[in-house]
C-alpha cells in the first residue's frame, strides 16, 4: 500500500529530467519553424523528421522517467523488511520522501508520502537527517494530527534512511534490537550484510564483526567494529573469529550451537584475552555469512553473582536464626535443670564430675548457636567507635599466639586509618576466624605466612578489589596467605553453614558462615580472590564513621556502678510469661525457692488476663519476644495499663536489634538473651526490682 501511494505521488509530478525533455523539444520546434515557410518539400520533411525525432526522444524520457525511479528500485526489500519491526516504522530518501512504510505506521502516521516537511516538525527532522548522512542515529520530533511523536532518524543505506517513532524516553541503545530484525529482514530479501554492518555496527558500543565461512568460530573476520577490539583485544580483518573466545569456552558455545539451544539467546562465553571476563556472544547467518554481535557483560555478571550469593545466605540464614531460637529455649531449660541438680549434687557428690561435663558441653551448644545467630545477623550487638589500626594491633599478640611458631605472621598497616562503628568481640571473632582458615590452609599445603593488611580504600579502589556497590570510603581488612588456594569448584560454597572441606572431626564448618553473618551485621561486605597454588585473600570491607561535630558538654559525676547482687534471694511478684513449658517451669520453681511469688503464662493472651486479673500488683513482667499468637512486644503494649511503672525483662533467643522497633515510646524495658542459667536469671531479676525500688 505504501509502494503504490508513492508510486501514484510519483506519476503525478512533473521533474527537472522530463522539464528538460519538453524544453527541447520546444526549442527545436522554435529554431525549426521560422524558415519553415519558404522552405521547399525536402526541407519540409527533413523538418517533420526532426520533430519526430524530438517527440520519440521526449516519449522515451517520459516513459523512462515514470518506469524507473532509482531512489525507489535502489531498495526492493524495503517493505518487505520494514513490516519486521513491530513499532512504527518507515525508509525515508534523503529529500524525506517516504520510500516504504509498515502498517503501524500508516495507523499512526496516516497516507502521507512524505515526512512532514513544514511547521514544528520540519526543523527537527532536517537536523536528524543532517546527522544520518554522517552515520549517526539522531532524535527527531514529527507532529501529526495535532500529536507530537518522537522519532529515531538511522542511516541505512546510501541516500535511504530508518525512521522509527519511539515512546518518550527511550534510549538510542534501543535501536541494536531493531538493526538484528533489519539484519534478518535483510539477509530474507536477498540483500548481503555489509552496509548493514556498516550502518548499526560501526559507532555501537559493543562489539560487532562480520565473518566470512561456515562454522562461525572458524570463520575469518572480513570487517569489524573499534568496539570488538576493546571489548575482545583482537578483531583484525583475516583473523580467525573463535581465536578471540577462551578455548574451553569456545568448544562449549560450538556445542549449544550445534545442538540448537543457542537460538535466539545468546551464547555466554569467556574472552581468550582474560578469561575473568564475560560476554554475550549473538550470531546471526546472513546470505552465507556471519553476523556477530560481542557484549561485554562481566561487571553485570559478578553484580549478579553477588546478588545471587547474597539472596542464598539470606534465606539460609533465617532457617539458621529459626533453629538457633529453638536451641537456646532448649539450652535454658538443661541449664536450669543442671542448676537444680548440682544443689543436690555439690562438690564431692560422685554425680558432680558428670553434671559438670554436662554443663561444659552445653556451653559448647551455646557457643554454636552463638555462631548460627551470627551467620543470621541475630545476634545481640553492642557497637562502639574504634580506631582500625589500634583494633588490630592490640588483637595482633592474641593472634600470634594463636597461629604456631611454624607459621608467619605478618601485618601492614595503611596510612591514615579510619575509625569503624563495631562490635569489637563480633569483629575479633571474624578476623580470628579468617586466621585460623589460613593457618590450617598454609600448614597443611606447605606455605609459611599468613598476612593482615589495613587500610583506607576509596570507591574506585574497593570496586577494583571486589566490593562491585562500594559507596563511598571504605575500611579494609584483608587475611592473605601463601597456601593451596580454594579450589573454583567450591568456591560459591564456602561461606555456606557446616561446609568444610577439612577432615571430619576438624572442622565445624561454621567458621566463614560466621565471618559472613558478623561482616552483614556490621553493615560491610566480604569478598574472596584466591587462583589455584597462589593462595588466598578474604577482605572485608566496613563503612568509614565520619564523627559528627558536636560540642563536648561537661563532664558529669561519675556515678558509683552498682554492685553485681551476691544474694540472689528477694521477695516480690513476678508475671513469666513463656511458651516453651521446659524453660517457663524449671524457672518459675527455681524463682519461687528463691523467695519470689511467680505467676505462670504460657502465652500472651493468657499473660493479658493475668496481667488485668492482678491490676497494679505485678512487680515485674518476664517474657519471651516470640511466641505463637500475641508476641511479647504487643503484649507489653497492651498490659502496660495493668502494670503500671513495673519494669519489663523480655528473654529471647534473637538480638535485641530484632523487636527493638517495636517498643518505641516504651520506658523501664531491659533485655536478657538465652540461653541462660538461674545465676543470671536471678541477679537480674534482684536488680530490676531493686532499681525499681
Same mark, same amino acid.
Given at each position: ?28 520546434? /522554435? ?11 525536402? $526541407? ?20 523512462l ?30 529529500d ?7 502498517p ?10 512524505r ?12 537536523s ?5 548522512r ?5 532524535r527527531a ?7 507530537e ?8 543505506a546510501?541516500r535511504?534512511?530508518?525512521v522509527r517513532? $519511539? ?35 560501526a ?6 564483526a ?10 575469518i ?30 568448544a ?14 545468546p ?16 550470531l $546471526?547467518?546472513?546470505d ?13 555478571k ?31 531449660? /538443661? ?13 564431692g ?7 559438670n ?53 605478618? $601485618? ?69 596467605d ?7 569448584? /567450591? ?5 555456606d ?52 561535630? /558536636? ?30 513449658d ?9 524463682l ?41 512486644p504487643?503484649l ?58
Open positions: 500500500m505504501a509502494r503504490s501511494g508513492a508510486d501514484r505521488h510519483r506519476k503525478g509530478r512533473i521533474d527537472p529530467l522530463t522539464t528538460a525533455a519538453v524544453v527541447f523539444f520546444l526549442i527545436a520546434v /522554435v529554431f525549426a519553424g521560422a524558415p519553415m515557410l519558404n522552405a521547399g518539400p525536402a $526541407t519540409l520533411a527533413g523538418l517533420l523528421l526532426l520533430i519526430g525525432l524530438a517527440g520519440v526522444a521526449f516519449l522515451g524520457l517520459f516513459v522517467r515514470a518506469g524507473a525511479d532509482p531512489q525507489v528500485d535502489a531498495e526492493p526489500g524495503a517493505e518487505r523488511f520494514i513490516t519486521a519491526l513491530s513499532e512504527p516504522a518507515c525508509v525515508a530518501g534523503a524525506g520522501r517516504i520510500v516504504a512504510a509498515n503501524a505506521w500508516r495507523e499512526v502516521v496516516g497516507p502521507a508520502p515526512l512532514p516537511k513544514g511547521g514544528a516538525s520540519a526543523a527537527s527532522l532536517f536528524a537527517l543532517s546527522a544520518a554522517k552515520g549517526e542515529v539522531a520530533v514529527i507532529k501529526v494530527g495535532g500529536a511523536h518522537q522519532a529515531l532518524v538511522a542511516p541505512l546510501p535511504r534512511f530508518l517513532l $519511539t515512546g518518550p524516553g527511550v534510549s538510542t541503545l534501543a535501536l541494536p534490537s531493531a538493526a538484528m530484525e533489519v539484519i534478518a529482514a535483510v539477509a530474507s530479501a536477498g540483500r548481503p550484510p555489509p552496509q548493514v554492518l556498516d550502518a548499526f555496527a559507532a555501537s558500543p559493543f562489539g560487532a562480520l565473518l566470512e565461512g561456515e562454522d562461525p568460530f572458524g570463520a573476520i572480513v570487517e569489524a567494529n573499534p568496539a570488538l577490539r576493546a571489548v575482545a583485544g583482537g578483531g583484525e580483518a583475516g583473523q580467525a573469529f573463535g581465536d578471540l573466545i577462551d578455548p574451553a569456552s569456545r562449549d558455545a560450538a556445542e549449544r550451537l550445534a545442538a540448537g539451544t543457542g537460538s535466539g539467546a551464547l555466554e562465553v569467556r574472552l581468550a584475552h582474560d578469561p575473568a571476563r564475560i560476554a554475550h556472544l549473538y $546471526t547467518k546472513t552465507g555469512r556471519w553476523v556477530a554481535y560481542l557484549v561485554d557483560v562481566s561487571e553485570q559478578q553484580i549478579e553473582l553477588q546478588l545471587s550469593q547474597s539472596q542464598k545466605m539470606q534465606a539460609i540464614g533465617q532457617l539458621a536464626g529459626g533453629v538457633a531460637h529453638d536451641f537456646n529455649n532448649l539450652l535454658t531449660a /538443661v541449664f536450669m535443670q543442671l542448676d537444680v541438680l548440682a544443689a543436690r549434687h555439690p562438690v557428690d560422685p554425680s558432680f564430675e558428670g553434671l561435663e554436662i554443663r561444659q558441653i552445653a556451653i559448647r551448644a551455646a557457643d554454636l548457636v552463638r555462631k548460627l545467630l551470627a551467620f543470621s545477623r541475630k545476634q545481640t550487638v553492642q557497637r562502639e567507635i574504634l580506631d582500625l589500626g589500634e583494633l588490630i594491633s592490640e588483637f595482633e599478640v592474641l593472634l600470634r599466639r594463636v597461629l604456631y611458631e611454624d607459621v608467619k605472621l605478618t $601485618t601492614e598497616y595503611g596510612r591514615n586509618l579510619p575509625q569503624v562503628r563495631v562490635d569489637r568481640g563480633q569483629l575479633e571473632t571474624a578476623v580470628m576466624n579468617l586466621a585460623v582458615n589460613a593457618r590450617d590452609a598454609v600448614r597443611a599445603h606447605g606455605g609459611q605466612t599468613v598476612k593482615i593488611r589495613t587500610a583506607r580504600v576509596t570507591q574506585e579502589q574497593a570496586r577494583e578489589l571486589g566490593y562491585a556497590v562500594a559507596q563511598g570510603d571504605q575500611a579494609l581488612i584483608e587475611v592473605s601463601d597456601g593451596a588456594g580454594i579450589p573454583p569448584e /567450591v568456591m560459591d560454597k564456602i561461606f553453614p557446616f561446609f568444610t572441606t577439612k577432615p571430619v572431626g576438624e572442622g565445624t564448618g561454621l567458621g566463614l558462615a560466621t565471618v559472613y553473618g558478623i561482616v552483614k551485621q556490621s553493615d560491610g561486605w566480604i569478598a574472596v580472590d584466591s587462583k589455584p597454588g597462589e593462595g588466598a585473600a578474604f577482605r572485608i570491607f566496613l563503612p568509614v564513621h565520619h564523627a559528627a561535630a /558536636v560540642i563536648a558538654p561537661a563532664p558529669a559525676p561519675i556515678a558509683a556502678k552498682r554492685p553485681v547482687a551476691r544474694d540472689l534471694s528477694g521477695a516480690g511478684r513476678i508475671l513469666f510469661v513463656e511458651d516453651e521446659a524453660v517457663r517451669g524449671v524457672a518459675a520453681k527455681l519461687r525457692a528463691r523467695g519470689y511469688e511467680v505467676i505462670e503464662a504460657a502465652s500472651g493472651e493468657e499473660a493479658l488476663e493475668l496481667a488485668q486479673t492482678h491490676a497494679g500488683k505485678i512487680d515485674l513482667m518476664i517474657s519471651d519476644v516470640v511466641m505463637p499468637g500475641m508476641q511479647g504487643d507489653l503494649k497492651q498490659a502496660r495499663q495493668y502494670l503500671g511503672a513495673a519494669p519489663v525483662m523480655f528473654i529471647s533467643g534473637y538480638a535485641e536489634s530484632e523487636f527493638s522497633d517495636l517498643l518505641e515510646g516504651e520506658s523501664n524495658v531491659s533485655f536478657l538473651p538465652k540461653p541462660i542459667d538461674i545465676k543470671t536469671l536471678a541477679e537480674r531479676v534482684k536488680l530490676e526490682l531493686q532499681k525499681a525500688a
